[in-house]
């Protein structure tokens, strides 16, 4: 049996660090960009996401790539 992907869609998220709290814990944002092409290479994502980035003002914690697809019997 055959398996078939479909409908693959990537996201980037952005966890931007926004302060400090009353007990010393980072605070934190999530920004999303996503429909980027499957194919894209991941250094044009990153530069991309990092522009993007470039308009908030803080500081980017982490970036987290997702790839997702539907699996089809063929």
């Excluded at 999303?32 to 991941?42: G, M, V």
């Amino acid at each position: 049996m055959a398996i078939a992907r479909l409908n693959e869609v990537r996201s980037v998220s952005c966890r931007f660090i926004t302060g400090i709290d009353d007990k010393g814990k980072e605070k934190y944002m999530s920004r999303t960009i996503a429909n980027f092409k499957t194919d894209a290479d991941l250094e044009d994502i990153n530069e991309t996401v990092l522009a993007v980035a470039s308009l908030y003002p803080y500081n980017i914690k982490i970036v987290t790539l997702t790839e997702r697809s539907e699996l089809e019997e063929a």
